[in-house]
């Protein structure tokens, strides 16, 4: 079985530049995540969906970051525009009910502002 | 609010020596509780979980007990390998919560 897909793996952009961010889930997962782990830190929850609908996007910085899952199933996370303090890197999980025991990472996305 | 206190790290020990990694949480009620774990270039993976009191998870030798009441977690080997190397991290769940609560994580370092 695939596991999560995140692309690209690494990415670095100036301050008040756009990035986004790619992940593929495991198929058949319903649930998806976007964590952010900035570096000597655990990964925080940006946004979480359910389908194609947000369940929690509590701790999204929404004036400069956006997640949308249209079908259902890739989900895009945009960065605009970037602060140097959004260096980390983006994990995508995905569940297939929402449970923290079916919950898989991707490798995640490392981002450098600089 | 929910908190986790991990041990700081970096941890560094010798193959074969015995692990522990503190992990405590303050949380209403009783969460799950987790270990996950980081490899080099991996991404996080769940390494075991307890859902109740006194339960005891274990995977890959490593084993951790759900404490009540010390509220921790500790993460334990008898004795560690090389391939255990890894950045590892205590996460606290709460029933209904939509997420995975992660500590500030605890590299360990194994040298043959």
């Known amino acids: 079985e695939a596991g999560v897909a995140q692309s690209p793996r690494y990415k670095i952009i100036e301050k008040r530049q756009s990035v986004a961010f790619w992940c593929n889930p495991i198929?058949?997962?319903?649930?998806l995540y976007w964590y952010q782990q900035i570096l000597g830190q655990g990964p925080k929850l940006l946004i979480q969906f359910q389908n194609n609908g947000v369940v929690d996007d509590s701790q999204l910085p929404k004036d400069r970051f956006s997640a949308e899952r249209l079908k259902g199933v890739d989900s895009t996370l945009k960065i605009q525009p970037a602060k140097l303090e959004d260096s980390a890197v983006y994990l995508c999980?995905?569940?297939?009910?929402?449970?923290?025991?079916?919950?898989?990472f991707g490798p995640g996305t490392r981002l450098l502002v600089l | 609010g929910d908190s986790v206190t991990q041990m700081e790290g970096p941890v560094t020990l010798s193959e074969e020596a015995f692990l522990t990694i503190n992990c405590t949480y303050t949380a209403t009620g009783y969460p799950s509780l987790f270990w996950y774990v980081q490899y080099p270039g991996e991404g996080l993976q769940l390494l075991l979980k307890a859902t109740k009191a006194d339960d005891k998870g274990s995977n890959k030798g490593f084993e951790a007990t759900y404490r009540k009441e010390t509220t921790s977690f500790h993460l334990e080997k008898g004795s560690v390998q090389v391939s255990d190397s890894a950045v590892y991290f205590c996460a606290p769940h709460q029933t209904g919560a939509n997420n995975l609560f992660f500590g500030t994580g605890t590299r360990l370092t194994v040298i043959p």
């Open positions: 198929s058949g997962h319903a649930t």
């Open positions: 999980a995905s569940s297939s009910n929402g449970q923290p025991e079916t919950q898989y």
